[in-house]
Nanobody, 125 residues
């Protein structure tokens, strides 16, 4: 099991930027594929972006493609989500997740084994 802690959330105006971080501990992070998900009040959890173990491949939800960049630094056991041109509809709790299994998808929440507690992102109009 890997422990995940998200930081970097906050209140930002529309059009602004935020960089979220997900710090991993307890296991070798490079053995895990990882992703960001978000959940707004009253809505289903939504996939945002995923990244393979080495960081060589990344995949984005259409809703954030072109505005967000997922990356990781395995030497620092940390994953990032750079979010630009933020919109009010990006308001949600953002959580990082990790999965050890190399097969399957990056976008299905049920495939992930470990989750962080989440960080709130609020975008004002």
């Amino acid at each position: 099991q890997v422990q995940l802690v998200e930081t970097g959330g906050g209140l930002v105006q529309a059009g602004g930027s935020l960089r979220l971080s997900c710090a991993a501990s307890g296991r070798t992070f490079s053995n895990y594929a990882a992703a960001w998900f978000r959940q707004a009040p009253g809505q289903e959890r939504e996939y945002v972006a995923g990244i393979t173990r080495s960081g060589s491949l990344t995949y984005y939800a259409d809703s954030v493609k072109g505005r967000c960049t997922i990356s990781r630094d395995n030497a620092k056991n940390t994953m990032y989500l750079q979010m630009n041109s933020l919109k009010p509809e990006d308001t949600a709790v953002y959580s990082c997740a990790a999965k050890r299994d190399a097969i399957g998808t990056l976008y299905k929440a049920e495939e992930y084994d470990d989750w962080g507690q989440g960080t709130q992102v609020t975008v004002s109009s």
